[in-house]
């Protein structure tokens, strides 16, 4: 499946749920199905902090395409991280350096989020988004 | 028997929606709603009365200043302090400690030691952290125990005479514990030690009398007790005003200023530079007057009724757990529940409509003393009801099965 495919499929999960809490719901589901990172990941190099929320990021490149791993301290975050992970882990570095994460904004997390939080999920998709850019200059 | 609902439409916010839901507001450690009428004050000064003060010889000058100055008896009643000398206008209680880690500061040597308990906030703890930096004084600590309550039989072993302060809240606002104050103050002054109280979470909830208390310093903030931010005050017993040195220099805390030589003004006003915030600090004043209206001893009684129904609530929960359990609490219940971060449940809360506080409250030796991160914390005032926390249990309930405890 492609970058914008995932995308696509989130946001017909998330079309049916009206109420926001109902879309907390399917976030906080996702982050507690996820298998997180593995612990020699969760080191400060791999943390971003938010303000309230721990989130570690780690990614590596696995014939040509980035593998990404996420969790968080907290449920929502884990569930955004998550989401972030499903959505650009599997691709190659060009892949994501061109990907505009449309779905982040259809599904309402932009004007639903706490200032905070929306801070906190934009500095997760700024780090992936680094890891391509990092693995793409090893690529030479 | 008081009215809850009469006072509750003294309060607009309370009207408003969050999320289209009912507004359930259960911040109030953090900041109090403010009546109509202190609300009213603020236009009324600006509108009616505004002019610089003291020293002015136009009529609204007078007027500014004489509605300046009974503000400043109000606050000296509503305390009980002996004199207006003794009541000093701050920004808020962080201020009035900053005011006296400096001025007071100002005596000490290096080596001298300033007590303080593991339970205060931030405000409570940095300026003194800060005046060991620049005066090499030491900070000791009074430990707690599991449940929160201070453990004031260490406070002996920690008194040595090279102690010049005592520095100690009387309700902590991460745990509510209410400390036995008077009795910190009676051993202090056994042994000649001055006492600060940090009054910001009492004075809203419990009456307090300088001159039954006798503490050497009391400070609290206008906002968390209905008045508006920036104004607070700093009560100091006059033997002790007199004799630090001012905090900050310039207008109106002067007597005479030439480059050779300044000279200080009198009390109160040597602790008051600049233009004093003359209209916050009347509705301050009506702040006090409304809730002498209601009663003190009347919102203690209402907010025991609610703490106690919320405790007997949030206890039905197999997984609570309570971050503070003194058996001599006020005003607010900090816990956490199952192993669901506190930011989460404070999110979902918040979705609700309901208005709580997460995180460490400025009291991160509290959240390390309990190894925690930080807590949901629910404090109340005199317009919350008991329907609220049936809304903010329901609300724990339905984060309880969101987060699969």
Redesign the interface.
């Known amino acids: 499946m492609t970058i914008d495919e995932k995308q696509d499929d989130i946001i017909a999960e998330f079309e049916f749920l009206d109420d926001?809490?109902d879309k907390?719901?399917q976030i906080?589901d996702k982050g507690?199905s996820s298998k997180g990172v593995d612990e020699k990941y969760k080191t400060p190099d791999h943390l971003i902090e938010g303000?309230?929320?721990k989130v570690w990021v780690a990614a590596d490149l696995v014939d040509g395409k980035i593998i990404y791993q996420a969790e968080s301290?907290?449920?929502?975050a884990g569930g955004i991280a998550t989401m972030l992970v499903e959505v650009l882990s599997g691709h190659t570095p060009q892949e994501i350096i061109d990907a505009d994460l449309y779905f982040v904004e259809q599904i309402g997390l932009k004007e639903h989020l706490?200032p905070t939080?929306a801070n906190g999920m934009l500095a997760m998709m700024k780090q992936m988004k680094l890891y391509a850019l990092a693995f793409k200059a090893q690529q030479g | 028997m008081i009215d809850i609902q009469k006072i509750r439409a003294d309060f607009p916010i309370l009207s408003e929606k969050v999320y289209g839901k009912p507004l359930v507001y259960f911040d109030n450690a953090a900041t109090t709603q403010k009546p109509r009428q202190v609300v009213e004050k603020i236009e009324e000064g600006y509108y009616k009365r505004n002019a610089n003060i003291h020293r002015g010889v136009h009529f609204l000058s007078q007027e500014a200043t004489e509605a300046h100055e009974a503000a400043r008896e109000e606050v000296r009643a509503f305390i009980n302090a002996k004199s207006t000398n003794e009541i000093i206008f701050t920004r808020g209680t962080t201020e009035a400690i900053n005011l006296v880690a400096s001025s007071f500061g100002e005596l000490l040597q290096e080596g001298d030691e300033i007590i303080v308990s593991h339970m205060e906030h931030h405000s409570n703890i940095v300026p003194w952290q800060m005046l060991g930096l620049r005066k090499g004084t030491v900070l000791k600590v009074i430990p707690f125990d599991e449940k929160g309550v201070l453990k004031i039989d260490e406070l002996d072993k920690l008194i040595s005479p090279k102690t010049k302060l005592i520095s100690c809240t009387q309700v902590a606002n991460s745990l509510g514990t209410v400390n036995p104050v008077k009795e910190i103050i009676a051993k202090a002054h056994a042994h000649g030690i001055p006492v600060l109280v940090d009054g910001a979470q009492s004075v809203p909830h419990i009456k307090v009398d300088m001159q039954e208390l006798d503490a050497d310093f009391f400070v609290f903030s206008g906002h968390k007790i209905y008045g508006p931010t920036g104004i607070g005050a700093l009560y100091g017993k006059e033997e002790w005003l007199e004799k630090i040195p001012p905090y900050q220099g310039g207008g109106e805390m002067i007597d005479k200023v030439t480059f050779e030589k300044t000279t200080y003004a009198a009390l109160p006003f040597k602790f008051e530079a600049g233009t004093p915030d003359f209209i916050g600090s009347t509705a301050l004043a009506e702040a006090l007057r409304y809730v002498n209206a209601i009663g003190i001893e009347n919102i203690a009684a209402h907010e025991h009724m609610l703490l106690e129904y919320a405790h007997e609530k949030l206890e039905q929960f197999d997984n609570i757990r309570f971050i503070g359990e003194s058996p001599n609490k006020s005003g607010l219940v900090s816990f956490l529940l199952g192993t669901v971060h506190p930011y989460d449940l404070g999110s979902i809360l918040d979705k609700l409509g309901i208005a709580v506080r997460t995180g460490h409250h400025c009291a991160q030796p509290v959240m390390d003393a309990f190894g925690i991160e930080g807590t949901v914390r629910a404090s109340f005032a005199i317009y919350n009801t008991k329907e609220e926390i049936d809304i903010f249990i329901a609300g724990v309930e339905r984060a309880k099965k969101m987060f699969r405890q």
Do not use: A
């Open positions: 926001w809490l907390y719901q906080i507690m303000c309230q929320s301290n907290t449920d929502i706490s939080r």
